[in-house]
DNA sequence: ACAGGCGAAACTTTATACAATCTTCGCCCG
DNA sequence: CGGGCGAAGATTGTATAAAGTTTCGCCTGT
């Protein structure tokens, strides 16, 4: 009967206009195309999407309430530039959630979930092996969440989306060398260790590896940000 | 100078009328004063703040985010009804962060953090004493609340202050018999733990206060919360 | 030439009006 | 008398317009 009318309230892939909107800009920041403090006017992005600013101002609520967009008041939206305090805090938070994770994900395994984990591999090797820099940057964030989302647990994937899209502005802002790919491999071991459903070692790869990434950063004093905006601009 | 034009960022009592809707309505509902289900029309909420439907939509989208409100597509806003199944996501996470939380808190502990638990401890006793549920209700939560914003660790805090306020609304929903105050001795425990500094020790404690309330929540059948709810608006 | 202030333009914020959708109540038919 | 159809009422979703704030340029005075 009415099925399609009442669709459940939280759809993956909601197709509402704000929604689409959301996606959007968060797929521009987290592929590094949309730089930390580029300014977010409503007009701008209405234009861009066919919306109304009512519709543009929802999305950006969301967006600054995700941590990934600072709204300042009477002054507009801008993408958010983590301090590296904000780093840290993002990182120890994520080597606490994540090994919980994947040991949830492992009771949950499936036949289905690992052909899934095996098609985002096979994807994250072949775009590092194009270069596509905004794919692999993507894709590497995608793979965390993909673990979430097989956990089955909602309330730690809506956290470490969050964390995820910060994480991806601090490595934007942070990274030391510009090392294109850290830890394909890392999550070819976290695959491996899902499927022997090694609780222990996956827990420990996981652990390993986040430590690894934040490894390669460098968090000094917060005003080393504009120099390093500016790099990135230049390259 | 222009010290009151720009106030920061996510000022904690932010004066613009959004965010007082925002915690007039929360407070409500952490106050068990809005039950689970109830209709919050953006009429009926604008007129008793004085506000237009504008901002009253934003502040209801806020809450939405948190988890304590749903919005259906063209129904509105209701409280939020958490199920069983999220009743136990929610606590396997209080579970996961507040023993970190209680751990750094120790790390940042200071005589004039002491003593304003010490006062939060006396605001507990005298509200139970009262007889005021309502209170106690709220200052429980606050009092988790507290111990997070002492670990200084702001992505804890935004996370637990999440789960504290769905927690709220699930023990009012599945509690089993009307113990009224489960853990105020627990929390005097935790806080004697915090001023000997003793990590392992607060963490547990805090683990083993987590565990005995969700001991005492009755996680059946999803079918079931009609049944409670109705018992409770009988009451 | 330079500092300070005035003013206009652009933008965000808030309010209001319009359109679309759902709910409810009444009526009619079986 | 019960069930279903339909229209009126109410409520939400969206767009547009008015109001307030910031920012930047320009002009004047020293």
Redesign the interface.
Known sequence: MAAKTR?K?DAPDAS?RVSRIREGVTAAILEHRLLPGTKLGEDEIGEIYGASRTLVR?AL??LA?EGIV????NRGAFVARPTPA?AR??F??RR??EP?IVDRAIDAVSPAWLDRLGQHLAEEREAELRGDARASVRLSGEFHRLVAEMSG????LG?LKE?IARSSLIILLYRRHDTPACGTDHHAGIVAAIRKRDKARAGALMLSHLNEIEAELFLKDPAADELRLADVLGA
Chains 1, 2 share one sequence.
């Open positions: 669709q309230p509402d929802t609520q969301q309430h600072n709204i300042e008041k904000d805090e993002v120890e938070a606490l959630i919980t647990h909602g309330i730690y956290f964390l």
